[in-house]
């Protein structure tokens, strides 16, 4: 097997730099030797890193919305109504569905139907046609961060223009933007992919330049246990700080049970803290990204509000240090700038109300913060030992054998044996474990749990109650109760 978990040595990816480049047009114009002077000259309150971490210091959780369009004077004008109308902390660049599959031709198709028709005909921004100077322009007119969100799996490309253009951060991973965005990508392949992207990172910040780095926490964002996703952020962020990655956020998704999803940030936290720190790096500042539910809204907006509100209370009670915002129109597609500000606005109140209080650290949230931690214990070290103690080879021999298992993704490589389902209160447990590596204690924990909701709603533990859960939310539950 090709992987290996070794930073990539320099003269070899300065070489493969080169070709890198050559693979669009606008390659050529990246020169990273002039890339670090720009980020250099970059402005304290642009720099991503520094916003993250004073949060961090200062128990802020700050405000983020997803958000990007074809055209850049379009692009620059949305981010700055979501900046000064929304009030976001922290502002994204989400890149199209072309640029996301390499296909730069059918983006530039996209450029010019959007300039024809005078509205965005892409799903996002188009980095890489545009190029380092045209990504410039977004990062001198926006007084704040600007963090690249997408679902690359080959981001070699992207990476390279947006950096040099002056991003500050770089969402993805060689897991999390393969499995749940791919069908048939090797992980071998994302994995090396994403090393080269983490060596970037490396190597800006050998030159003085701080770039953080945010695998996508999520995965498909329906009904993913916090076990899974903590392993996959873990994962990604062992295979970064190899490459020379200094800043990490690590990510999980709004499941919806309160407690749960409280429980899920605090154990991520430590759980990153005790990976990173065992593999003996005691110099990586790691901050954590709280999603508002990702999974089918609502679409009557009052009650997409709520959810949207839920999401900030859970984000805020949890001490993530960034909260990503959906918007109103989530069920119906790209949001107007003004619903988008909108739901960065319903966010903002939550936080600044929660902003002086916290929750009891009840039992229930130390039973769920255990469980998570033992889950999460039990996969990654199956992953090190399918591995013989590399955690890339052991990535791929764990997706081969269904100790890495990612509910409802699309990728060949993924097992797809695991089930979750809610139970009686809404947390996420596993219906069916596939191969994970649990104990019985585990098994039995969460076989408990869904019987107790069989037993409430006078039915048997099934996939049916997968089935309902799915669309629970957007018909106005949580629990996706019998009819
Ligand atoms: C990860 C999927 C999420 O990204 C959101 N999204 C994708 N593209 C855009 C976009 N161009 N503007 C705003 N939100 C977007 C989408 O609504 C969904 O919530």
């Given at each position: 097997?090709?992987?290996k978990?070794?930073?990539?040595?320099?003269?070899?990816?300065?070489?493969?730099?080169?070709?890198?480049?050559?693979?669009?047009?606008?390659?050529?114009?990246?020169?990273?030797?002039e890339?670090?002077?720009?980020?250099?000259?970059m402005?304290e309150?642009?720099?991503?890193?520094?916003?993250?971490?004073?949060?961090?210091?200062?128990?802020k959780?700050?405000i983020?919305p997803?958000?990007?369009?074809?055209?850049?004077?379009?692009h620059?004008?949305l981010l700055?109504?979501?900046l000064?109308?929304?009030?976001?902390?922290?502002l994204p660049?989400?890149?199209?569905?072309?640029?996301?599959?390499?296909?730069?031709?059918?983006?530039e198709?996209?450029?010019?139907?959007?300039?024809?028709?005078?509205?965005?005909?892409l799903?996002?921004f188009?980095?890489?046609?545009?190029?380092?100077?045209?990504?410039r322009?977004?990062?001198?007119?926006?007084?704040?961060?600007?963090?690249?969100?997408?679902?690359?799996?080959?981001a070699?490309?992207?990476?390279?223009?947006?950096?040099?253009?002056?991003?500050?951060d770089?969402?993805g991973?060689?897991?999390?933007?393969?499995?749940?965005?791919?069908?048939?990508?090797?992980l071998?392949?994302?994995?090396?992919?994403?090393?080269?992207?983490?060596?970037?990172?490396?190597?800006?910040y050998?030159?003085?330049?701080?770039?953080?780095?945010e695998?996508?926490?999520?995965?498909?964002?329906?009904?993913?246990?916090?076990a899974?996703?903590?392993?996959?952020?873990?994962?990604?962020?062992?295979?970064?700080?190899?490459?020379?990655?200094?800043y990490?956020?690590?990510?999980?998704?709004?499941?919806?049970?309160?407690?749960?999803?409280?429980?899920?940030?605090?154990?991520l936290?430590?759980?990153?803290?005790?990976?990173?720190?065992?593999?003996?790096?005691?110099?990586i500042e790691i901050t954590?990204?709280?999603?508002?539910?990702?999974?089918?809204?609502?679409?009557?907006?009052?009650?997409?509000?709520?959810v949207?509100?839920?999401?900030?209370t859970?984000?805020?009670?949890?001490k993530?240090?960034?909260?990503i915002v959906?918007?109103?129109?989530?069920?119906?597609g790209?949001?107007?700038?003004e619903?988008n500000?909108?739901?960065?606005?319903?966010?903002?109140?939550?936080?600044?109300?929660l902003?002086?209080?916290?929750?009891e650290?009840?039992?229930?949230?130390?039973?769920?913060?255990?469980?998570?931690?033992?889950?999460?214990?039990a996969?990654?070290?199956?992953?090190?030992?399918?591995?013989d103690?590399d955690w890339?080879?052991?990535?791929?021999?764990?997706?081969?054998?269904?100790?890495?298992?990612?509910?409802?993704a699309?990728?060949?490589?993924n097992?797809?044996?695991?089930?979750?389902?809610?139970?009686?209160k809404g947390?996420?447990?596993?219906?069916n474990?596939?191969?994970?590596p649990?104990?019985?204690?585990?098994?039995?924990?969460?076989?408990?749990?869904?019987?107790?909701?069989?037993?409430?709603?006078?039915?048997?533990?099934?996939?049916?109650?997968?089935?309902?859960?799915?669309?629970?939310?957007?018909?106005?539950?949580?629990?996706g109760?019998?009819?």
């Amino acid at each position: 097997m090709q992987v290996k978990n070794k930073k990539i040595d320099k003269e070899l990816f300065l070489k493969e730099r080169q070709e890198v480049l050559k693979s669009w047009s606008t390659g050529k114009e990246v020169d990273i030797n002039e890339a670090v002077e720009f980020h250099k000259n970059m402005p304290e309150n642009k720099i991503m890193v520094n916003k993250l971490i004073d949060a961090k210091n200062n128990n802020k959780t700050l405000i983020q919305p997803r958000a990007g369009v074809a055209l850049v004077e379009a692009h620059i004008d949305l981010l700055k109504f979501l900046l000064e109308k929304g009030e976001a902390d922290l502002l994204p660049t989400t890149i199209d569905s072309y640029t996301r599959q390499n296909q730069y031709q059918e983006a530039e198709q996209g450029i010019k139907e959007s300039y024809e028709t005078r509205r965005s005909m892409l799903n996002g921004f188009p980095a890489v046609n545009y190029g380092v100077k045209e990504c410039r322009k977004i990062i001198e007119a926006i007084d704040a961060p600007v963090e690249v969100r997408h679902g690359t799996p080959d981001a070699r490309l992207l990476a390279e223009i947006t950096l040099a253009g002056g991003f500050t951060d770089f969402e993805g991973g060689a897991i999390s933007y393969n499995i749940p965005y791919a069908k048939k990508v090797s992980l071998e392949d994302t994995i090396q992919y994403w090393q080269y992207v983490d060596r970037l990172v490396g190597y800006y910040y050998e030159h003085g330049i701080k770039i953080n780095r945010e695998p996508f926490g999520p995965l498909t964002g329906t009904l993913v246990p916090p076990a899974i996703s903590h392993s996959v952020a873990i994962l990604e962020a062992l295979l970064a700080v190899k490459q020379g990655v200094k800043y990490v956020s690590l990510g999980y998704g709004q499941n919806g049970n309160l407690i749960q999803d409280i429980a899920a940030i605090q154990s991520l936290k430590e759980l990153a803290e005790k990976y990173i720190c065992d593999e003996g790096y005691d110099d990586i500042e790691i901050t954590t990204v709280f999603h508002q539910w990702m999974g089918g809204f609502p679409q009557d907006e009052a009650k997409a509000f709520a959810v949207i509100s839920w999401g900030a209370t859970a984000s805020a009670l949890s001490k993530a240090t960034k909260v990503i915002v959906k918007s109103p129109h989530e069920a119906l597609g790209i949001p107007t700038k003004e619903a988008n500000a909108s739901g960065l606005k319903t966010t903002r109140q939550i936080i600044n109300m929660l902003r002086d209080q916290s929750i009891e650290q009840t039992k229930n949230m130390d039973i769920e913060r255990e469980i998570i931690i033992e889950e999460t214990i039990a996969i990654l070290s199956k992953v090190k030992e399918l591995g013989d103690g590399d955690w890339a080879v052991g990535i791929v021999r764990a997706f081969e054998a269904g100790v890495l298992d990612i509910p409802f993704a699309p990728s060949q490589y993924n097992s797809g044996k695991i089930l979750p389902a809610r139970d009686n209160k809404g947390a996420v447990r596993f219906l069916n474990t596939g191969n994970l590596p649990f104990d019985n204690k585990i098994k039995d924990f969460h076989a408990d749990k869904l019987k107790e909701r069989g037993f409430y709603e006078e039915r048997d533990v099934s996939f049916q109650m997968v089935v309902d859960d799915i669309y629970a939310i957007s018909k106005g539950m949580l629990v996706g109760r019998p009819k």
